[in-house]
């Protein structure tokens, strides 16, 4: 039986962070199921087009690649999402799923990467360590953010790094809540003078350069304004080892 897994992400125009994230997870989960045949979806519909557009690189939509596993002869289909929440783009990729079952005659979906208490732990483990603060310094997390429901797991995660110890930890979203005004009345409360900034994204794209990292109208020149002393950290969770130890077993979960 021919096997395959799609690993289905929401997607990036950015090359840099597409090679350390989105390339090195897959090539990572790859080498986990050798046996497997490794595909590629986004289900960003504007970032697919823009990337045809300005770099001449076709990358399939989630239908588009589970025709192509059909045709390849799959028989196994593994649908891995690099989704951080279980959220609109989510459930996008499963409504997907359910209209090309058919084709296979057998179908696995992992889940995202946040998706159960032990998720919400092991991902703050992941972070921590690899990521070392200064004295005094205040990690800012910055997430997505959504309107669906899901966007409770920011609060979520934010009240998990606490949990665990680590309280200076601060988890915002540049789409929702909690925002940049409720990340900083938590830094003034706290007495933070140092803060470290870092995308809670998948990559580290065009959220975390400019709206995270910009020089104007950003996270990072708010809080310089505000007399923080401010450092940046350009690192996607994808190029966290836990991070991709958390996705296998989401596979593993679901064959």
Not at 33 to 53: C, E, H, N, V, W
Not at 74 to 82: E, K, L
């Amino acid at each position: 039986m021919k096997k395959g897994i799609l690993m289905v992400s929401f997607g990036t125009t950015h090359l840099d962070t597409m090679k350390k994230n989105i390339e090195e997870l897959e090539h990572y989960i790859g080498e986990k199921f050798p046996d497997y045949q490794i595909y590629r979806a986004f289900t960003s519909g504007m970032i697919l087009r823009k990337i045809k557009r300005e770099e001449g690189i076709h990358i399939d939509t989630v239908g588009e690649a589970l025709e192509r596993m059909a045709s390849d002869g799959v028989h196994c289909a593994v649908i891995q999402p690099t989704h951080i929440i279980n959220g609109i783009e989510n459930e996008r990729m499963l409504e997907e799923v359910r209209k090309q079952e058919v084709r296979f005659e057998r179908v696995c979906v992992g889940k995202p990467l946040l998706s159960s208490a032990d998720d919400y732990k092991k991902a703050v483990h992941a972070v921590m360590a690899e990521t070392k603060l200064a004295p005094g310094e205040v990690l800012a997390l910055m997430g997505h953010g959504t309107d669906h429901y899901a966007n409770a797991s920011y609060p979520m995660l934010e009240y998990t790094f606490h949990t665990l110890g680590y309280g200076d930890v601060l988890v915002g979203t540049v789409e929702n809540f909690p925002d940049l005004n409720n990340v900083m009345t938590k830094l003034q409360i706290c007495g933070a003078k140092k803060v470290a900034l870092m995308p809670f994204m998948l990559v580290s794209g065009d959220h975390a350069k400019n709206d995270m990292a910009g020089e104007e109208e950003s996270w990072k020149s708010e809080m310089e304004r505000a007399g923080y002393e401010v450092r940046v950290f350009l690192k996607g969770l994808g190029e966290f080892k836990g991070i991709r130890r958390i996705f296998e077993e989401h596979i593993r979960e679901a064959l």
